[in-house]
């Protein structure tokens, strides 16, 4: 079956499931809280599982044209020691993918581009989610925010490259435009509808406006409203929700003339220290991106000042210490890490799901945060289409959260335990990691890297209530 749905939130997440949908049939409408991008960049890992979503998608070649192949990963402790290494030739061989880096605001871009045809609503904060009929709404906090959008940083995207308030607009209706082909009256009682094509209950999402909130319905919401979900909160209010890590993210990209005589290799690496990491990534077009996890009281986070970091690590392995003090403090980012140690109860309630962070934030640890959204899209799409919305629904819970829940919660465990946040503890951390045998290390790239997305229907030994499934 096919119907309408709306996406909350305009992250990866949102963007690629308002993709899948619409590929699918689905009439899809986005609600984004923000009303333009900032100016900050970040960079992404691409990992073998997030290109099988992205080929699904039919964006993978045009991936392939924004990204950078690399030939694989490695760590390094603070000496220059190297005591992990996963190739990007063997990940092909294995997984029929390599590993990737991508700047965040290209992937977005790139999402943003493939679904020109599906409305995106700038400025619009959602305040509440319901299903349409006697159950109780769910509605989030007025005077709050709506959340991020993904793994920390899938907020629309923090980049010199990222698309401008003018840009979006070009592509899609301005911020005021009325949703679907309704016109907004301005008054508290427009209840417009995204109109549905098929029958059973549907959602209700409460949109904040000057004049007050206005109601719009859809067979599917899609919430993908990042780490601090105020909506996940509104849904699960029992749910702990998103814990601090224990350190704080700064993320910069050089400049690719400042980067050029560096000579930074085709690797993600990462280095550790006592009570900092630092790691290093090209991107295409000869930018290098970096990031560094730097242990601090969520009260007390440094400022974004690279000059101070680069200080802080003039010891370290080259040539860490030289890009530091090649980035310019308009490219430099500190965020704390937040992640969801605690598994929801579901991904879903009524004919509303939860995609990526807002379902399963997961520390940059893994590099998993854009890969497990990516297949969210993908499954979710799928299973909706071929089961109807509840059975639909159901099979995606069934699939996704264990696999997602088990990632989120090994995150935070290796946060832990790789930050080596005193001397003692990095000492114990790097005496394990020269113990690690190469097959451990391979397990657990495997636990990461073994998904494909579902062949026909969902997943396998899910099985939809015969009487429920629908045609397309």
Not at 36 to 65: E, K, M, Y
Not at 237 to 253: F, K, L, N, S, T
Not at 340 to 347: E, M, T
Request: with cysteine; glycine share 10%; charged share 20%.
């Amino acid at each position: 079956m096919t119907g309408t749905a709306i996406v909350i939130g305009a992250g990866i997440g949102g963007l690629a499931t308002a993709k899948a949908l619409r590929d699918k049939g689905w009439h899809v409408e986005i609600l984004e809280r923000s009303t333009h991008s900032t100016a900050l960049g970040s960079g992404l890992s691409i990992a073998p599982n997030a290109v099988h979503a992205l080929r699904r998608l039919g964006l993978d070649s045009a991936f392939f044209g924004k990204g950078r192949r690399l030939d694989g990963l490695e760590a390094r402790l603070h000496s220059g020691t190297r005591v992990m290494r996963v190739d990007s030739a063997a990940l092909t061989t294995k997984y029929g993918e390599g590993l990737y880096a991508v700047e965040r605001a290209e992937l977005h871009r790139l999402l943003l581009e493939s679904i020109e045809d599906v409305p995106l609503h700038l400025g619009r904060r959602v305040i509440g989610v319901a299903t349409d009929g006697p159950r109780a709404a769910a509605t989030a906090d007025r005077r709050g925010q709506q959340g991020g959008q993904g793994d920390h940083m899938n907020e629309l995207p923090h980049a010199s490259a990222a698309l401008s308030q003018d840009s979006i607009s070009a592509i899609r209706d301005d911020a005021h435009a009325p949703l679907h082909d309704n016109s907004h009256s301005g008054t508290a009682s427009d209840n417009r509808h995204v109109t549905p094509t098929s029958g059973g209950t549907r959602a209700v999402v409460t949109v904040d406006h000057p004049d007050g909130p206005y109601a719009l319905r859809a067979d599917l919401v899609v919430v993908a409203d990042g780490v601090h979900s105020r909506l996940r909160q509104a849904l699960f209010p029992d749910h702990p929700g998103a814990r601090y890590a224990g350190y704080a993210a700064w993320r910069g990209i050089v400049a690719a003339s400042a980067a050029a005589p560096l000579a930074v290799r085709p690797v993600l690496a990462e280095t550790w220290g006592s009570g900092m990491r630092v790691g290093v990534m090209p991107l295409r077009d000869g930018r290098v991106y970096w990031y560094a996890f730097d242990t601090a009281p969520e009260s007390d986070l440094p400022a974004p000042d690279p000059e101070a970091l680069a200080a802080r690590c003039a010891s370290w392995p080259d040539p860490i210490p030289a890009l530091l003090a090649a980035t310019a403090p308009a490219s430099t980012l500190v965020r704390p890490v937040h992640y969801l140690a605690h598994g929801l109860p579901s991904f879903v309630r009524g004919p509303i799901a939860l995609v990526g962070d807002a379902a399963h934030a997961v520390t940059p640890d893994v590099g998993q945060g854009a890969c497990l959204a990516l297949e969210d899209a993908v499954v979710l799409a799928a299973a909706v289409t071929d089961y109807g919305v509840p059975n639909g629904l159901r099979a995606y819970d069934t699939q996704r959260r264990p696999r997602t829940e088990r990632i989120a919660q090994t995150s935070g465990r290796m946060g832990r335990a790789l930050q080596g946040s005193t001397p003692a503890a990095a000492r114990l951390r790097d005496i394990a990691a020269r113990l690690t045998p190469d097959a451990l290390n391979a397990r657990f790239a495997n636990s990461l890297y073994d998904w494909t997305p579902p062949t026909a229907g969902v997943t396998a030994g899910w099985q939809a209530e015969p009487e429920a499934r629908q045609p397309h």
